[in-house]
């Protein structure tokens, strides 16, 4: 192959190689509430520091796996993930992020502690001086088709596990192709199909999901205020901060609607997550112009997320918060407030409902 060296590797394996020889106790971190396409590129490299290091890596996240389609991803590749909390970084000797980078508010590392090695698709920040290997900052709809070349421009075997989670990070990331990909995301795919184990790639998609999943839901359009051709939606406390993507995913299916914010609150921590059907939005701009001051925000493209930590802050509190974080979006978006009203008519709950779990 072009550009590959006696041995047939091709560059980037080179390179990566030679950050991580003789490395005996490696850990691959994700990003807080790990989407596939964090789990899938740490099950990938996993797989490579098992055949070059001949080390077992652990897999290590913060926050928590809510999605159903997630949670089944876990159980039907058998993927083992720990808790940070539970592990001993001075421990490791190799430190690996993936779909993340060092600096970024949902991808906590311990102070002073630099990974060896970052693999990431979103927009770079700075390199830290310790990063031994970093390939980021590549325009590619998936972190898990940089960790798939490595494999299929190396002639690296694939087993159904690996193959499956990478193809399933790379469909997610990408909502099947339709959104961001680019022609080695397709070429990684294509590749992919042919060893991955599509039934349980089907299981995974269409993971069946606990009563009280349908609540939020209902929580979601009953709280769905639209302003011009914005939307939001306040959840209050959600058990999974998973959904507050997937209810601003949902109501964007409107098609009166070309933003919508959805937020919710889990563990003492506002999230929003912003979404929008222009091709050309700046989500992340957007997201961080909600948040502003208060919190911490990222995306790309069409979507977009941000927490904002509310620590002991009282009812009021919350909700001046709240409140803030909508006038502030539907500035950045340049929604005309004055035109308002619930998106579904009748629903609106009026502010003594009890029904409504409002923070
Ligand atoms: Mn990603």
Same mark, same amino acid.
């Given at each position: 192959?072009?550009?590959?060296?006696?041995?047939?590797?091709?560059?980037?394996?080179?390179?990566?190689?030679?950050?991580?020889?003789?490395?005996?106790?490696?850990?691959?971190?994700? +990003?807080?509430?790990?989407?596939?396409?964090?789990? /899938?590129?740490?099950?990938?490299?996993?797989?490579?520091?098992?055949?070059?290091?001949?080390?077992?890596?652990?897999?290590?996240?913060?926050?928590?796996?809510?999605?159903?389609?997630?949670?089944?991803?876990?159980?039907?590749?058998?993927?083992?993930?720990?808790?940070?909390?539970?592990?001993?970084?001075?421990?490791?000797?190799?430190?690996?992020?993936?779909?993340?980078?060092?600096?970024?508010?949902?991808?906590?590392?311990?102070? /002073?502690?630099? *990974?060896?090695?970052?693999?990431?698709?979103?927009? *770079?920040?700075?390199?830290?001086?310790?990063? =031994?290997?970093?390939?980021?900052?590549?325009?590619?709809?998936?972190?898990?088709?940089?960790?798939?070349?490595?494999?299929?421009?190396?002639?690296?075997?694939?087993?159904?596990?690996?193959?499956?989670?990478?193809?399933?990070?790379?469909?997610?990331?990408?909502?099947?192709?339709?959104?961001?990909?680019?022609?080695?995301?397709?070429?990684?795919?294509?590749?992919?199909?042919? +060893?991955?184990?599509?039934?349980?790639?089907?299981?995974?998609?269409?993971?069946?999901?606990?009563?009280?999943?349908?609540?939020?839901?209902?929580?979601?359009?009953?709280?769905?205020?639209?302003?011009?051709?914005?939307?939001?939606? +306040?959840?209050?406390?959600?058990?999974? *901060?998973?959904?507050?993507?997937?209810?601003?995913?949902?109501?964007?299916?409107?098609?009166?609607?070309?933003?919508?914010?959805?937020?919710?609150?889990?563990?003492?921590?506002? +999230? =929003?997550?912003?979404?929008?059907?222009?091709?050309?939005?700046?989500?992340?701009?957007?997201?961080?112009?909600?948040?502003?001051?208060?919190?911490?925000?990222?995306?790309?493209?069409?979507?977009?997320?941000?927490?904002?930590?509310?620590?002991?802050?009282?009812?009021?509190?919350?909700?001046?918060?709240?409140?803030?974080?909508?006038?502030?979006?539907?500035?950045?978006?340049?929604?005309?407030?004055?035109?308002?009203?619930?998106?579904?008519?009748?629903?609106?709950?009026?502010?003594?409902?009890?029904?409504?779990?409002?923070?």
């Amino acid at each position: 192959m072009n550009g590959n060296d006696k041995d047939g590797r091709d560059p980037r394996l080179v390179q990566l190689l030679n950050a991580v020889r003789g490395r005996r106790k490696p850990l691959i971190q994700t +990003h807080n509430n790990p989407d596939p396409d964090a789990l /899938g590129s740490a099950v990938g490299m996993q797989a490579l520091y098992k055949r070059y290091l001949n080390a077992e890596a652990r897999i290590v996240f913060g926050g928590i796996v809510g999605r159903a389609e997630n949670r089944a991803m876990l159980r039907l590749l058998r993927i083992e993930i720990v808790p940070a909390h539970k592990v001993d970084y001075d421990s490791c000797d190799l430190l690996t992020l993936v779909d993340a980078q060092p600096g970024m508010g949902h991808a906590p590392l311990p102070e /002073g502690r630099v *990974p060896e090695v970052v693999i990431d698709h979103h927009p *770079p920040r700075q390199k830290p001086a310790g990063t =031994l290997y970093w390939d980021v900052g590549r325009p590619l709809g998936a972190t898990c088709t940089i960790v798939a070349l490595l494999f299929l421009r190396n002639r690296i075997p694939l087993d159904t596990k690996v193959a499956t989670a990478l193809l399933y990070g790379i469909k997610s990331d990408t909502h099947d192709l339709g959104e961001g990909a680019t022609p080695d995301d397709v070429e990684a795919f294509r590749e992919l199909l042919v +060893h991955a184990d599509n039934s349980t790639l089907s299981r995974i998609e269409n993971a069946r999901v606990p009563p009280p999943y349908f609540a939020v839901f209902r929580r979601a359009i009953a709280n769905a205020l639209v302003y011009d051709f914005a939307c939001v939606s +306040h959840l209050g406390k959600i058990d999974n *901060p998973d959904m507050v993507a997937e209810m601003a995913d949902f109501l964007l299916r409107c098609e009166d609607l070309r933003w919508t914010m959805v937020t919710g609150i889990y563990n003492k921590t506002l +999230h =929003l997550s912003v979404r929008s059907s222009d091709p050309n939005a700046h989500a992340g701009g957007v997201a961080r112009l909600a948040v502003g001051v208060m919190g911490a925000a990222g995306g790309h493209g069409r979507m977009s997320g941000g927490q904002i930590p509310l620590g002991k802050a009282d009812k009021k509190t919350r909700l001046q918060v709240i409140s803030a974080v909508t006038d502030s979006f539907l500035d950045a978006v340049k929604a005309k407030r004055t035109l308002s009203h619930a998106l579904v008519a009748g629903t609106l709950p009026d502010e003594t409902d009890t029904s409504v779990e409002f923070p």
